[in-house]
């Protein structure tokens, strides 16, 4: 949180927002909608096998692939398409350069969900 | 609905998708996350004054500009905007030009809103 417009009625541009992200796999909320948030994260290298028990997740991928394992093989993402982790999968992120993403999940989500560890970002950081 | 896959776990590219829409004003449905739909729909000209009592509404501009008409002034989003319209809130999208938009929201909001007339687009239609 700093100082950002919470909540709605505002627009969102998210080159503009993602031109003040430094830093990878912090997710930042940058919108509100009722009780879920849209939350602009840049990844790089390799992240944490991790769920979501109580709900499903978003990735939508701006700039950049991404590469999604799931136990059941992998998916990729370009820029430009969109894809549900359903809620309780298992899922890693992984990206060879670096991407940017926005997620959309309910408010309170982890970015790690199930598994608390050094990767765990604050959450609810507004951008 | 039309065999598409419905539910989670399949990779979403919008312009592939926006590529099939041929018709203005009627959202079609891409993806769901637990109990949200993510929407696609081309827009031109002006629509109708509506507002949705129980839900806040995103609008994501894909490409083209769009104008929000609000009663107390218009908002202008552009390609790689989005804009959260509170809820309860009247407002009145348009587009000079043809834009295209992903609208996101609970399942079952209706395009109009409150104003249930001719511009009434069939909810749930999946693409």
Known sequence: MEGAPQGTGYVVNLDEKLGRIDEHWKPRVVAQMNDYQFKLV??????????????????????????????????????????????????????????????????????TGDARNERTAQNDMWL
Not at 50 to 58: K, V, Y
Not at 93 to 108: D, K, Q, T, V, W
């Open 42 to 111: 840049k990844i790089c290298g390799d992240f944490v096998w991790h769920s979501h028990a109580d709900t499903d997740e978003t990735f939508f991928v701006i700039d950049g692939e991404v590469r999604i394992d799931l136990r059941g093989g992998p998916v990729v993402i370009r820029a430009g398409e969109l894809f549900v982790v359903p809620k309780g999968v298992e899922h890693k992120p992984y990206a060879e350069h670096e991407a940017s993403i926005m997620l959309i999940e309910p408010c309170g989500v982890l970015n």
